[in-house]
Every structure is written in C-alpha cells, then in structure tokens.
C-alpha cells in the first residue's frame, strides 16, 4: 500500500475489484485522486473510494448508470483491445475423452459456479426435445463446486426420466489448441445464463462456434451478447429460457442453419480484434480526468 501511495498517481485503475481480497482491501482505501474500476469483475464495486467504472457500449442495457454507484464511463464497442489467439487446434478423439462422436455435441465451458440452480432444468429440456445429444462440462482444479453442479443436474434430469450419463459428460479442463479443436468440433456453444462468459465466447467465435446466449439485466450477463451484436448475429441472443432452449434446438437439427452461422462469423469477426477505438477513448478520458 505506501508503494502505490509513494508513486503519488493520478489516477489508480483497479482491473479485478472483487476477484480477490486485496483488491476489496486497497480499493476501499484512497490512494490515488481518482480511482477506477473496469470489468474482470463485472459488477459495481458499492465503494465510495471508486470514482468511474469503465464498461463497453455494446455490454450494456439502456438506463445502465442505475446499475452502477460510481460513474458509468462506456468505451467504444467492445470496449478493449483483443488480440486473437491465432493458435492452431488440436484435432481430438472425442472419444478419448469420454465424448460420444456421434451425439450432437453442446459445450457448456463456465466455470461451476456461474451455473444457478433455477436455470439447471433449461439442459434437461433441451435433452427432452432433442433425443440423442451430449453436453460436454468442465472439472475445474477446485473439484467440489463441480461435483455440486453434477448432483444437481443428475436430480433434474431424473426429474425429466432421462438418463443422465447419457447425455452429460464432466472432463478436466483442456490446454489452448486443445479447447479451440473441442470448440471446432462443439455443434453448438452454451453461454451461461446470469453470468456470461467473454473470453470463452471469442474463443468460440475465433472457431467459428455458433453461441447460444440468454441476455441479462446486468453487465455480467451481457458478455457474450455485446460480442453477438457487434458481429450482427442478434438472432442467437435469447429473450427468454424458452427462447435459449429453442435456439439451441434449432441450430441442432437445422444443419444448413448452423452452417450458415459459421460463415456468418467467420466473415464478421474480424471487427471483434484490434480494436484500437477504445484505446484512443480510453487515452481521452485518462487525460480529462488527470488534469
């Protein structure tokens, strides 16, 4: 802390407020004559030391400022910088992973605890209408929030009559060009309803994915949205569960649809990467707020 305060900034920008204690700790603290929050931790601080909250045009609702008890300051689109993987995937066995080749495949890649209990039934449903199918999860290193989610999609799906290893898989988490050829593989990619994924869905868009999302009141449940739009696929932006569960369906059984969508994001996501916009705003805001 008398590090930060020694270098007498500024402006203290803090990335992550939330993601670990210390952040909470020092940003609660005024060590610099402006401090900012920004979104890997896509919530309001609450804080009266936080001054502005940087966000993304494209990530938020109208009436966003509402949401928020510092300053909304939204960038360009997007909102950051994003360089492409540009990694090339691995070609896997899905069978050596556990993985039925001949089941339609539906990647479900967040992290355990994004996952609400009142949205677990939306899988069983999904399953119900669709016959043959399988959902691909992911074991995190931490295993116990995982198996929590697994005995809770076993209840629910029971709840369905449907057999639950028969239509979801958990496997540990893969390395980069590992996950980028399951993705190139994954007929269909699932964001997480309440709490989407970012990084997660431009890997998927990288790969030409097509992703299902259900966009949300908040930031946090806009991620995946905010990329859509920006590449002009609203249509895969669910309203509802229902509409989450039918667009899912649909991109399962319309296999010319689904192909259509790959080509639709592999011609549009270009304008995803290197987006010096928000830089040069960014740039713009540091300097008014400095002086």
Request: glycine share 8%.
């Amino acid at each position: 802390m008398q590090g930060i305060i020694d270098r007498q900034l500024d402006v203290l920008i803090y990335p992550e407020i939330g993601m670990d204690p210390m952040s909470v700790q020092l940003a609660s603290l005024r060590l610099a004559p402006v401090q900012v929050a920004t979104w890997g931790h896509p919530e309001t601080t609450g804080l009266p030391t936080i001054d502005y909250y940087l966000s993304a045009e494209e990530l938020e609702p109208p009436r966003a400022q509402e949401n928020y008890t510092e300053q909304l300051i939204t960038l360009p689109n997007l909102g950051c910088f994003y360089r492409p993987w540009g990694g090339e995937a691995i070609r896997l066995d899905l069978g050596k992973l556990g993985i039925d080749p001949r089941s339609p495949l539906l990647l479900c890649p967040g992290m355990p605890f994004k996952y609400a209990r009142q949205h677990d039934w939306v899988f069983a449903e999904i399953a119900r209408r669709l016959g043959r199918c399988q959902f691909v999860f992911f074991i995190p290193e931490v295993t116990n929030l995982a198996e929590a989610l697994r005995r809770r999609l076993e209840a629910v799906f029971a709840q369905y009559g449907l057999n639950f290893d028969e239509y979801v898989i958990f496997i540990p988490w893969l390395n980069g060009p590992a996950f980028d050829g399951l993705l190139e593989r994954a007929d269909v990619f699932l964001d997480t309803i309440g709490f989407s994924g970012f990084n997660t869905a431009m890997q998927a868009v990288e790969q030409g994915s097509p992703i299902v999302t259900r966009e949300g009141r908040f930031l946090r449940g806009r991620l995946a949205s905010g990329i859509l739009k920006r590449i002009g696929l609203q249509e895969l932006i669910a309203g509802s569960e229902e509409d989450y569960i039918s667009l899912a369906v649909k991109l399962i059984r319309d296999g010319e649809y689904r192909d259509r969508v790959r080509k639709r994001i592999e011609t549009e996501r270009h304008v995803l990467f290197e987006d010096m916009a928000p830089i040069r705003a960014l740039e713009n805001f540091l300097a008014k707020v400095a002086n």
